[in-house]
């Protein structure tokens, strides 16, 4: 049974890398910048959060699903969102509910 992630998760990784696998089998880094709460919808177990990871410019990564690796929480499947491209880095979004 896989575990289910909690804000809790990830908010002491805030800042850390995460190394992401694409497609073309292309190894890149992605930094957590923000895990923030959303809140709980009605009926709800737990509470919805949203993940904000930065990435180079030189790559966009498309909408889709990307087995990632971070060295405290291991292998992860994450829903990634292209939201926004800044100076310094492409914005991704993860919505967890």
Known sequence: ML???T???FSPVVGSSFQV???LD???QLELLEA???GA???ARSSSFSLLFK????IILSQRIYPMRHPDLGEL???LVPVSREADGMRYEAIFN
């Open 3 to 5: 575990k289910t992630l």
């Open 7 to 9: 804000l809790s998760d």
């Open 21 to 23: 696998r694409t497609e």
């Open 26 to 28: 292309v190894s890149l």
């Open 36 to 38: 923030v709460e959303l």
């Open 41 to 43: 919808a009605s009926g």
């Open 55 to 58: 990435g180079a410019n030189d």
């Open 77 to 79: 499947s994450i829903f």
